[in-house]
């Protein structure tokens, strides 16, 4: 985690920099059909990340030694954008971003039913255009209804979330003033239809009563969070909802 | 659809390992948590600052620290600074390729990582030389020689084990050469999910037919510093906290047995 400092995180009437409960996300918003090109898309705003997800595929697997003779390899690409962060990123795929696309892919993975799409690739880009800490589960949040959007059959969607730990409090959802200041943070994903965790890495300091509460905030989160899925998946094809006979104007 | 051979032995092994673990057994006879003897062998490169050779099992990596002086990041202008890296060296293994660093390889070195720079393991606020200016830093290198599953815990340990016994050389700005001054001990337990069985320390034959895999780092008091999960398969909450209660137990009885801590 972070850096040590006095910076005080909570104040005393138990309420963060933000003016979030322990208990409360940011502001989430996802839209779907974002993109033209794409087969399947979705834009995630979460506190102050901005994230843009694009899905091709199932397509043959190139190059060919990748394809696998009984399933659709998944292919996730995090990508954070030079302009993202407050001090410029050298643009291309650095360890830590090769570590993030390996374990939003693995993710995915388990939600996608791989085995009806032998030796095609399924390409997920997901590019941060503003990172405000807790951007590869907002990515991964964004890329399971991107995933959606391009028809690919799924037993649910992926549902990512995180928790932290500031001023030896845990607390649901950090920003980036927490995140650079906390404890520990844990960010993790999973699918609520059958409550398996697919994604979870932690790193600070938690005991294991602290752990269980992260873990236990973030689950509850999930299912908010997974009904805006929803949400923004209906609001798409409502949109899309052909006018009535005679209405139409030629 | 036709399957290779390749293909069909895979589903056989893998059928045959959920099925003896379903039973209760693991294949070489080890319980569900019992980890394969760990052997460290110190200052196998006295050259280097720090140096251990780690058998887990037949998986064998040898840890070479190095410090040396170097420019502190802007941002941190009174610590030492931290870097990990793992080479999976083609003699290791016949899928280990050369090149530049697969994901894998990159994936181990920031899991190691993690563990150590989260335990605050190296007392990096007392490796400034002069601040904003010069700091040692600290090079662990990880060098896989032999590849019989678990590279994570087998790496973890080395660069525990060798930055324990780590100097920082001093004598060439001066001053006289000290020990890498330490704060905690972490430990890192790996587990592979096999049906839905959680067996701790996976060796190759059992980490090729997992589901899921899961890294937990703790320190001498207990707390969780670092988790990961791999692999394309799940995890449930349950066996999430029982494998964070069996690696709180095996670092324990880990620091003391193989690290004398």
């Given at each position: 985690m972070g850096t040590q400092s006095d910076i005080k995180l909570i104040n005393e009437e138990g309420l963060r920099n933000d003016g979030r409960k322990f208990n409360e996300l940011r502001p989430i918003r996802i839209e779907v059909g974002v993109l033209n090109r794409a087969d399947g898309s979705a834009y995630i705003e979460w506190g102050g990340n901005k994230v843009l997800v694009a899905v091709y595929g199932p397509r043959e697997a190139f190059p060919k030694h990748t394809q696998n003779p009984s399933r659709a390899i998944i292919n996730a690409r995090y990508n954070m954008a030079a302009f993202s962060v407050d001090e410029r990123k050298r643009p291309g795929p650095d360890r830590r971003a090769i570590e993030i696309s390996k374990v939003i892919s693995e993710a995915l993975e388990v939600a996608v039913f791989t085995e009806q799409f032998p030796r095609t690739s399924i390409d997920v880009y997901i590019e941060v255009l503003q990172a405000d800490a807790g951007t590869r589960i907002a990515g991964l949040t964004a890329a399971s209804v991107a995933l959606v959007d391009a028809g690919i059959p799924m037993k649910d969607m992926v549902v990512g979330c995180a928790a932290g730990k500031i001023d030896g409090k845990v607390v649901l959802d950090l920003n980036k003033e927490e995140d650079n200041f906390g404890q520990a943070d844990l960010p993790m994903a999973i699918i609520p239809r059958t409550d398996e965790i697919v994604l979870l890495q932690m790193d600070g300091n938690f005991s294991r009563e602290e752990l269980e509460q992260a873990v236990e905030l973030s689950k509850k989160a999930a299912t908010y969070i997974s009904n805006l899925q929803r949400e923004a998946l209906m609001a798409k094809y409502k949109s899309q909802e052909p006018e009535k006979e005679g209405e139409r104007s030629e | 659809m036709s399957k290779s051979a390749d293909e069909i032995v895979y589903g056989l092994r893998r059928e045959y390992l959920e099925k003896i673990s379903a039973e209760g057994n693991r294949i070489d006879g080890r319980k569900f948590d019992e980890t394969r003897q760990a052997v460290v062998?110190?200052?196998?490169?006295?050259?280097?600052?720090?140096?251990?050779?780690?058998?887990?099992?037949?998986?064998?990596?040898?840890?070479?620290?190095?410090?040396?002086?170097?420019?502190?990041?802007?941002?941190?202008?009174?610590?030492?600074?931290?870097?990990?890296?793992?080479?999976?060296?083609?003699?290791?293994?016949?899928?280990?390729?050369?090149?530049?660093?697969?994901?894998?390889?990159?994936?181990?070195?920031?899991?190691?990582?993690?563990?150590?720079?989260?335990?605050?393991?190296?007392?990096?606020?007392?490796?400034?030389?002069k601040e904003a200016e010069k700091v040692w830093v600290v090079f662990i290198d990880m060098h896989i020689l032999d590849y019989d599953g678990n590279l994570i815990d087998a790496c973890s340990l080395g660069a525990v084990a060798a930055l324990l016994n780590a100097k920082v050389p001093a004598s060439k700005i001066g001053a006289e050469d000290y020990p890498l001054p330490i704060n905690h001990v972490?430990?890192?337990?790996?587990?592979?999910?096999?049906?839905?069985?959680?067996?701790?320390?996976?060796?190759?034959?059992?980490?090729?037919?997992?589901?899921?895999?899961?890294?937990?780092?703790?320190?001498?008091?207990?707390?969780?510093?670092?988790?990961?999960?791999?692999?394309?398969?799940?995890?449930?909450q349950q066996e999430l906290f029982s494998a964070v209660d069996t690696s709180i137990k095996l670092g324990k009885d880990i620091r003391k047995r193989v690290l004398g801590r």
């Open positions: - | 062998n110190i200052n196998f490169v006295p050259r280097a600052e720090g140096s251990a050779e780690v058998r887990l099992g037949d998986t064998r990596v040898l840890v070479g620290v190095k410090v040396e002086q170097g420019v502190p990041f802007p941002d941190t202008p009174n610590s030492g600074i931290l870097t990990t890296n793992a080479e999976m060296l083609p003699m290791a293994s016949p899928t280990f390729e050369s090149g530049p660093p697969s994901e894998d390889a990159i994936e181990l070195a920031r899991v190691v990582d993690r563990g150590i720079r989260e335990s605050k393991m190296i007392a990096l606020d007392k490796l400034v030389i972490p430990i890192t337990i790996t587990f592979a999910k096999i049906g839905s069985i959680m067996v701790a320390d996976p060796n190759l034959e059992e980490e090729e037919v997992a589901s899921a895999r899961l890294s937990v780092a703790t320190n001498e008091n207990g707390d969780v510093v670092a988790m990961q999960k791999g692999l394309s398969g799940s995890i449930t």
